[in-house]
């Protein structure tokens, strides 16, 4: 009876420091060899957040990316509208050679924007549609050409598993469309309505190329913003299986603060009662039971 109570007592007592120490701590084991089947689980969401950690860096980088491009490529969209109004008025052929000459005025006030927009910085003071190494996108040569320092398409980062997307355009794709170099095209044109163009021949010839170097900064744009959505559509998606994924950790890991309690109160109720008889059963002796 002696042993039976001291081992009873000293199992109540292991669990009363077990629950005390799941209270304090609000975690249901302190170490993952007390349930190896939920210390696994516990390790795999373990390397799931260090994964869902990168790839949110990565569509927070990529999302603030697409969305100055989308700015910057909006602006870019308003030069080309104003080149193309510029042209429209520079083909009337009723205009004089003075007329023309302010248009071409205004025509190479607008190339020049274009070239800043082409060569706006990130964030970090890198080129928005430049290189990797961080050069400049658009670099205008003595000769009246132009050169695009980018490579014929950008890195893709990864926003999640066996997905990338990438998070910027270069300046090549926005510039040189279809119809050709639209930087080039549009400084030719102001070149020749600086120059005195008496019949508005050299607009005419312009218009179509401009307008489909119009089209071809619209098309871009569009693309930006798909991969603008599908960014936070993945952003959207990984908040909830985050979500997910801690509930139902904390269901594996986390106290029930509640049930603990009052299974706590019940375990030290029943060691207090039984310390109570041990210690009554450890004062008898043959000699009482003899009297």
Do not use: C, H, W
């Not at 980018?150 to 997905?163: G, K």
């Amino acid at each position: 009876m002696f042993d039976r109570s001291a081992a009873r007592m000293g199992s109540l007592m292991s669990n009363a420091v077990k629950l005390q120490t799941q209270l304090a701590t609000g975690k249901k084991f302190t170490s993952p060899s007390e349930n190896v089947t939920v210390g696994q689980q516990l390790a795999e969401f373990d390397r799931k957040n260090i994964d869902a950690a990168a790839y949110t860096s990565n569509m927070n980088m990529s999302s603030s990316l697409l969305s100055q491009a989308d700015t910057t490529l909006d602006s870019i969209y308003t030069q080309m509208q104003r080149a193309t109004e510029l042209t429209v008025r520079a083909s009337n052929g009723s205009l004089s050679v003075q007329d023309r000459k302010v248009i071409g005025d205004e025509m190479k006030a607008v190339v020049d924007t274009l070239i800043g927009l082409g060569n706006v910085s990130d964030s970090n003071g890198r080129s928005l549609f430049g290189s990797a190494s961080g050069d400049a996108a658009i670099t205008k040569n003595t000769d009246g050409t132009f050169t695009y320092n980018t490579a014929p398409s950008l890195s893709e980062v990864p926003i999640a598993d066996n997905m990338s997307i990438q998070p910027t355009e270069t300046a090549a794709r926005i510039f040189q469309g279809p119809a050709g170099d639209t930087l080039a095209i549009l400084s030719q044109l102001a070149a020749a309505l600086q120059g005195g163009d008496a019949t508005g021949e050299a607009a005419r010839s312009a218009l179509d190329k401009v307008n489909s170097a119009t089209d071809q900064v619209s098309i871009v744009q569009a693309s930006v913003g798909a991969r603008a959505a599908r960014v936070d559509l993945q952003q959207t998606l990984q908040e909830n299986v985050s979500a997910d994924r801690e509930e139902l950790r904390s269901s594996l890991e986390d106290t029930d603060m509640t049930a603990t309690a009052a299974e706590f109160a019940k375990t030290m109720t029943i060691l207090t009662a039984t310390q109570s008889s041990f210690s009554k059963l450890s004062q008898l002796s043959l000699f009482s039971y003899l009297r």
